[in-house]
């Protein structure tokens, strides 16, 4: 039950972020339940892609879309609320990635997936959502950027493994890995933490 709650709750939280992002770039309301409602099912459609699961949980069960559409359309009429907006979808975003990083490894784990694999799913469950509505509005992917933002994810799905590795009750795993990947992402937000890159010659 619980992991079924943060399942919605990061639907939820994603499908802000989405059409929040559709709100920034001025599309329609129909541009924004799209954007919002991929967004906030699309971690979940790849993480059951990977798992096996045809159909996707997200496609097969009314809540998921439903609890996407919704919330984008809440989101169209009640923006104007929202001082920043902008401000507002990297901290959806941020808990969107936690719910998905911690829930997906979980699910992995359910269905058979040994520690390595629930920690690539978890994360790909996490930042799925985000890469799709980037690349839906043409945006460079926060995966791609400099910002922390894969490495929160992969720290709590790994979290979620370690407790599950130690006979932890379910619950607490998946709240140390919420936690855990939204707290870092958020921390590394506030302290404009990022990782290097490469240095650019321009000669």
């Known amino acids: ?7 919605l709750v990061g639907i939820v939280a994603f499908a802000a972020s989405g ?12 541009g924004i339940c799209v954007v ?12 059951d892609l990977l798992l096996g699961v045809h159909p996707p949980d997200s496609l097969s069960k009314w809540p998921n879309i439903t609890a996407s559409v919704a919330t984008s359309l809440v989101v169209f009429f009640a923006h104007p609320v929202l001082d920043r907006i ?6 959806f975003d941020a808990l969107g990635m936690g719910l998905f990083a911690a829930g997906g490894a979980t699910v992995a784990l359910q269905h058979g997936s040994g520690a390595l ?71 590394a937000l506030w302290q404009r933490w990022q990782l290097p890159r490469a240095g650019v010659n321009d000669e």
Do not use: H
């Not at 902008?86 to 901290?91: E, G, K, Q, R």
């Open 1 to 7: 039950m619980l992991l079924q709650i943060l399942n």
């Open 19 to 30: 059409a929040l992002v559709g709100v920034r770039k001025q599309l329609d309301i129909f």
């Open 36 to 47: 919002g409602a991929t967004t906030g099912i699309g971690g979940g459609i790849l993480r």
């Open 86 to 91: 902008w401000s507002a979808v990297v901290l």
């Open 117 to 187: 694999g629930g920690v690539l799913i978890g994360a790909t469950a996490a930042i799925g959502g985000g890469v799709i509505r980037d690349m839906l509005v043409n945006e460079v992917p926060l995966l791609l950027r400099r910002d922390l933002y894969a490495l929160p994810a992969l720290l709590g799905a790994l979290l979620v493994v370690v407790c599950e590795s130690v006979d932890l009750p379910q619950g607490i795993s998946l709240i140390a890995g919420t936690v855990a990947a939204t707290g870092l992402r958020c921390l």
